[in-house]
């Protein structure tokens, strides 16, 4: 079945210029780019996208951390696109990744871990239209 994610290419990554890596990788692996755009969170924004993780105790943390610099959000296609590409990304914590994996290779640790991925369909939906018009998907 063709599955739609978001990604989110995380504050230090997009200063350490991975922008261009981690885009040609999704690419070479199969998934396509159906939306894309750079912005900057605003600690507001960051708070609402990630309210789901409110309760935890590294929920200032992270909307401080995903609020800090410009992030590059994608909507990306492909059968299986959930699983296929959270497998694809690697593991959370970088540590735990497998090699050759974007956050192996360009994670720091648990929470600059280089990407965001949604992490099931119901999820995927929430969070594209957190970011995307369907005017900005192509189809």
Request: with cysteine.
């Amino acid at each position: 079945m063709v599955e739609r994610t978001l990604t989110l290419i995380k504050p230090e990554c997009v200063a350490e210029k991975h922008i261009g890596d981690v885009i040609s990788r999704i690419e070479k692996a199969g998934f396509r780019i159906k939306a894309i755009k750079m912005l900057q969170l605003s600690r507001r924004e960051a708070e609402k996208f990630y309210e789901v993780h409110r309760e935890r105790p590294f929920y200032g943390e992270l909307t401080e951390y995903m609020s800090s610099g410009p992030i590059v959000a994608m909507v990306l296609e492909k059968e299986n696109c959930i699983a296929d590409f959270r497998n694809f990304i690697g593991a959370t914590n970088p540590k735990e990744a497998a090699e050759g994996t974007i956050r192996k290779e360009f994670g720091k640790d648990i929470q600059m871990n280089c990407v965001h991925a949604s992490d099931s369909p119901e999820n995927a939906v929430r969070e594209i239209y957190f970011y995307f018009s369907d005017r900005e998907i192509m189809d």
